[in-house]
């Protein structure tokens, strides 16, 4: 069975802060990383997604992996109020399904 | 709009009715997801198609439900005899070889 973990949160942070949002999977053979970002009672959307061990950059986002230890993280410079979501992981093995976590929510306070 | 399109957005239905979703994927993506989200989880597997073979089915997928996708187009997700617990979100993704998933707008199903 694989799963993602991922704390719930709310994480609660002012306007400017570095956001730190992480998630741990159970499945050696993922190979791939996703970042979703959902709006309240919207559908999720694409922010990053990532092959390989290390980091990848984009705009006020950083995604990292370290496959040794099964740890994926998601960094927010900047963070804005318009950040204020609930940020979903997820890993697939291969090239099929994607396995999600429950999500984080964030929150930004101006 | 060349998104991913879901139709209907919103359905009510009394408990014991059948429903049915559509889901148009972006023209040129060959995979087809379908997933459910309830309040406070990340999306669940239900089943997805490359082309017009249905490929994987998840556990979750009772035999209540079933998809089709005839043409490798366009999706449908039926679901038979509903139950309250049915009730959720019905996501739709689709991709091209299996890279980035795009998710539509969901319909949001409602069981009385």
């Known amino acids: 069975q694989k799963e993602v973990e991922q704390n719930s949160g709310p994480l609660s942070v002012p306007e400017g802060a570095i956001v730190s949002l992480n998630c741990t999977y159970s499945?050696?053979?993922?190979?791939?990383f996703f970042w979703y970002r959902q709006y309240s009672g919207k559908s999720p959307e694409l922010i990053m997604f990532i092959y390989s061990n290390g980091d990848k950059e984009d705009g006020r986002f950083t995604a990292q992996v370290d496959k040794s230890s099964k740890y994926i993280s998601l960094f927010i410079r900047d963070s804005q109020p318009s950040d204020s979501a609930t940020y979903l992981c997820a890993v697939n093995e291969g090239y099929s399904t994607l396995t999600f976590g429950k999500g984080t929510m964030l929150l930004v306070s101006p | 709009d060349t998104g991913v399109s879901q139709d209907p957005r919103h359905k009510i239905t009394k408990r014991g009715q059948n429903v049915t979703f559509r889901c148009d994927p972006i023209?040129?993506?060959?995979?087809l997801y379908w997933y459910r989200q309830t309040l406070g989880q990340g999306p669940e597997f239900l089943t997805y198609?490359?082309?017009?073979?249905?490929?994987?089915k998840s556990r979750l997928l009772s035999d209540r439900f079933s998809a089709e996708r005839p043409k490798g187009s366009f999706s449908t997700l039926e679901i038979q005899r509903t139950e309250q617990g049915d009730s959720a979100m019905y996501l739709c993704?689709?991709?091209?070889?299996?890279?980035?998933?795009?998710f539509g707008q969901g319909t949001r199903l409602t069981v009385v």
């Open positions: 993704a689709s991709s091209l070889n299996g890279v980035e998933a795009f």
């Open positions: 023209s040129e993506h060959n995979r």
């Open positions: 198609f490359q082309n017009e073979a249905q490929l994987e």
């Open positions: 499945d050696r053979g993922s190979q791939s």
